[in-house]
């Protein structure tokens, strides 16, 4: 007989073993149901997991769809870690990108150094100004979050679309719905020469590692954990609840819009209606996967990053379709919640009922 | 169904313990300890804090498991698994924290914790039975949120007798009665135990164990290091074979050298917080440097309240209800509030004056950020916070595997112990504490006492706000009672006869009153 018993500590190996029991469902799962399905599930699963990290004129590629994912869920763990449940970190993203292009678009005809900062603090700023509105809704009129975020994602991608097709569209772009390309000035460099590594890389290493530092040793990362903890001893503690809602949505927000303008100034180098491809969202299956803790998620990321350039390795070697990249993701969100279980509770393989004298 | 006392003798005992023993990471809290249990018996389980008493009560009662060691139960050998398959074989607990839902009525509360669906109305009727039998003063139809702690826990023994138990564990139900609500609670006890439940009894108090149990194991360290009649013993000696050691006496270092007044309270009133809490009206006190001022109540009648309030987790609209050494406090925050020298302890530990998850080290920053250099301009000095955490450990002789152990491994006296010496050990101006000594063994209990003393004498003004008497008395030079929100004006504790005070505290709660009456008579 199989029974759920309650372990008596959290374990701290199921802690760190459950992701990678997660991801390894995930891959026999999914190489079943593409089987089922008349794919090569095999390849499929080989392509979509392994390829990306054996082929290495393919890593730069994984580093590039990597970063965003990373700056994301840094900042998206900092949030849930105090109990804030931003999951709308996509439009934060989109209003990051569309407040640093509008900048982009501003210095059109000029030069100078200062123009990418520029419009990286502009992307900041403009997730930060997205992720406020929330901020203010939860301490204000106690507000879900959840809601309030994930709604504003819809507007983010509805006002993006305005602009492209209107007051931003390209003069001389054939009436194509994009904006201008940017210029020299107004793109990420690259750091390594010849690929498609650009300053965003390295950039998501630094944030994950202060994210670190702060997180175990300052007050602030202090407060974030107590408030998320126990926040009755964290209001004896005279740290405030209010303070550290405003202050994980801001820096979720800020971190989530600065990925967005790294994004459309790099990749992309424009603005076009196909620029939200869900990162937002992934970054969530990040955060847990790296089980909210900033070196965990840089190698969360790099996982669901693989996904992404595998999926597009599918496509070509075995037909799979775009949306086998979501299905994945989707599977391993929900794997990894299943799997969550394992913390707490053990299998045990009991024959025994249990004995009670009778009476 | 229950043995009938006369045949006690040729039936087996109820409950035999052989060689149980558990050990959790770093410590062995039960170490094959066997004894048995009589029908009928009631019997006593004393030890210091850490000893092993609620574990070992846990395993009796199916929460825990232990590593080796058998069960008997009316002399079959038995296995507990789990709580239910405790209760099947008669086993009933009350849990020093009662599992009650506060916006339901008794009855709801007492239908929700059986283990099979009961018709209401039979329901009724077996509750009604019971309390007639054991002239339970309860309400069945009364919201639970508006009974005093006595009251909760007679819901609790309710549940358990509905189950026709045959044995009854107790871990430490009197900590938070009035001295007339623990004689209530003996009297039900002792008309159980005549009918043949055994009772097993934990508690720290053992003037309460000589009145009322026929046996006392003593445990220490995980071991039982006697047996005794505890009614043939002195609580001197019962304490002595507790710790191993002579008992130390306090000294009182007070001897009037009460100096400025630091602590200023003047017409603080704040509204309760929905559903439950109690408004605070018009409290005006002072504490003078020197002195332990007492405030006795009945624990739900505005004590969390005014704790908070004077801690700044609640602010006051008016600045200068509350006066911190001449400096008006009342609408600063709980963090200001520290740095100028208040510190306060809430009654609850897991969760409030402490974090369960986090280790002893960094519930040190917690509150000692303030008025120690630990975590500078933001910056966690994680030596210093150790070394002030190893400090307080040593000070207060907490047990446990060091400063890196999770706070919730602690036993609730260790727990306690570690969060008095965080705040004694800040030496802060002005030190208010709830429940100082709650579930603290004897030992303990008299050392904690004895730091608040000598605080006291070094001038910081403490408050000790307790609904143990005898500790007050000990301890407070003015005491004052706190009834429905309201403060009385602090009398000299020369003047007061305890059975006064325990009148003032115990007669009042619930009754009717006329509004504005003071609560001394
Ligand atoms: N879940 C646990 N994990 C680790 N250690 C534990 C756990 N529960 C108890 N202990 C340890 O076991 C020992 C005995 O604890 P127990 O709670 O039984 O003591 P106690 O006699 O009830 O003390 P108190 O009078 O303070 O309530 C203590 O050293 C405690 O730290
Ligand atoms: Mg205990």
């Avoid at chain 1, 989109?94 to 900062?117: D, F």
């Avoid at chain 1, 196909?274 to 937002?280: A, K, N, S």
């Avoid at chain 1, 070509?316 to 979501?326: C, D, I």
């Amino acid at each position: 007989m199989l029974e759920w018993r309650r372990r008596r500590e959290p374990s701290r190996a199921m802690l760190y073993l459950s992701p990678l029991i997660a991801i390894a469902l995930t891959m026999v799962t999914g190489a079943m149901v593409f089987t089922a399905m008349g794919y090569d599930g095999l390849t499929a699963v080989f392509d979509f997991f392994l390829v990306p990290f054996l082929e290495p004129h393919r890593w730069p590629d994984l580093g590039v769809k990597a970063a965003p994912l990373v700056m994301i869920a840094l900042g998206l763990a900092i949030g849930f870690r105090a109990n804030v449940w931003n999951i709308g970190a996509e439009g934060q993203y989109i209003m990051g990108a569309i407040a640093g292009t509008g900048v982009a678009l501003a210095t059109y005809e000029m030069s100078g150094w200062w123009i990418l900062p520029a419009m990286a603090l502009a992307g900041i700023l403009g997730g930060m100004a997205w992720a406020a509105v929330p901020a203010l809704l939860r301490v204000r009129l106690q507000v879900s979050e959840i809601l309030t975020s994930l709604m504003l994602t819809y507007v983010a991608v509805q006002v993006l679309y305005y602009l492209v097709r209107g007051p931003w569209k390209d003069p001389d772009g054939f009436n194509f719905p994009q904006t201008r390309m940017f210029t020299a000035d107004q793109t990420l460099p690259v750091v390594i020469p010849e690929t498609l590594v650009h300053l965003g890389i390295p950039l998501a290493l630094v944030i994950a590692v202060i994210a670190w530092l702060v997180l175990e040793k300052t007050t602030a990362g202090y407060a974030v954990k107590v408030v998320g903890l126990a926040p009755a001893a964290a209001r004896h503690g005279g740290f405030s609840a209010e303070r550290t809602t405003w202050v994980t949505l801001l820096i979720g927000g800020g971190l989530a819009g600065l990925a967005g303008i790294f994004e459309a100034a790099g990749p992309f180098s424009q603005l076009t209606p196909q620029f939200p491809v869900g990162y937002g969202f992934t970054a969530i299956i990040v955060a847990f996967l790296g089980r909210l803790h900033p070196l965990g998620i840089v190698l969360g990321g790099v996982v669901l990053a693989a996904t992404y350039v595998g999926g597009e390795i599918a496509q070509t070697t075995v037909r799979l379709p775009q949306a086998a990249t979501g299905m994945f993701q989707a599977m391993l969100l929900f794997f990894l919640l299943a799997t969550d279980v394992l913390v707490r509770y053990r299998i045990a393989f009991s024959a025994r009922p249990a004995k009670v004298v009778s009476r | 169904m229950t043995a009938s006392p006369h045949d006690r003798t040729d039936t087996p005992p109820r409950l035999v313990l052989s060689g149980i023993s558990k050990s959790f990471p770093g410590v062995k809290a039960n170490d094959d300890i066997s004894f048995s249990v009589k029908p009928g018996e009631i019997h006593a389980l004393l030890g210091e804090n850490g000893a092993g008493k609620s574990t070992l009560v846990k395993i009796i009662y199916g929460v825990q498991q232990a590593d080796s060691g058998d069960i008997s139960w009316d002399g079959k050998p038995v296995s507990i698994p789990s709580p239910k398959a405790a209760r099947r074989l008669g086993i009933g607990m009350v849990f020093q924290h009662f599992s009650l839902f506060d916006a339901m009525t008794v009855i709801e509360n007492i239908a929700l914790g059986l283990d099979e669906a009961v018709d209401r109305d039979e329901l009724k009727t077996r509750v009604a039975k019971v309390l007639q039998s054991y002239s339970l003063p309860l309400d069945p139809e009364r919201e639970v949120h508006t009974l005093s702690v006595g009251e909760r826990q007679r819901i609790e023994i309710v549940r358990c007798l509905l189950q026709k138990p045959k044995l009854l564990i107790m871990d430490e139900p009197t900590s938070v009665l009035t001295p007339q609500e623990v004689e209530r609670l003996f009297e039900t006890l002792r008309q159980i135990a005549s009918e043949g439940c055994s009772i097993l009894y934990i508690s720290h108090k053992l003037h309460e164990i000589k009145a009322l149990c026929d046996t006392a194991t003593i445990l220490r360290a995980g071991r039982v290091v006697a047996t005794c009649d505890p009614r043939q013993e002195t609580t001197r000696r019962m304490a002595e074979l507790m710790i191993g050691a002579e008992l130390r006496q306090i000294e009182n270092a007070h001897s009037g050298r009460i100096g400025k007044r630091r602590l200023i309270v003047s017409g603080l009133s704040l509204h309760g917080e929905p559903p439950f809490g109690t408004s605070l009206r018009d409290i005006s006190f002072e504490a003078r440097a020197g002195e332990i001022l007492g405030i006795a109540g009945v624990a739900g009648n505005g004590q969390a309240e005014l704790l908070g309030a004077l801690s700044g987790e609640r602010l006051s609209a008016v600045p200068n209800a509350i006066m911190l050494d001449g400096k008006s406090v009342g609408s600063e925050g709980a963090g200001e509030r520290r740095s100028a020298g208040l510190a306060c302890v809430p009654e609850e530990r897991n969760g409030h004056a402490a974090v369960p998850d986090f280790s002893l080290a960094e519930n040190a920053i917690l509150t000692a950020r303030y008025r120690l250099p630990l975590a500078p301009r933001g910056f966690i000095r994680l030596g210093a916070v150790r070394r002030f955490a190893q400090a307080v450990i040593g000070r207060f002789d907490v047990r446990t595997t060091g400063p890196g152990s999770p706070a919730r491994s602690l036993s609730g006296g260790n727990l306690q112990k570690f969060i008095m010496g965080r705040e004694i050990g800040q030496e802060p101006g002005v030190l208010v504490v709830s429940q100082p000594t709650w579930g603290v063994d004897a030992g303990a209990a008299a050392a904690i006492r004895q730091a608040l003393v000598d605080l006291a004498a070094k001038g910081s003004a403490v408050v000790v706000i307790s609904q143990d008497l005898d500790e007050l008395l000990e301890l407070a030079d003015r005491l004052s009672v706190i009834n429905e929100g309201r403060l009385s004006p602090p009398r000299p504790v020369a003047e007061l006869a305890i059975d006064e005070i325990g009148l003032m505290m115990g007669g009042i709660h619930g009754a009717a009153q006329p509004e504005g009456a003071p609560p001394h008579a």
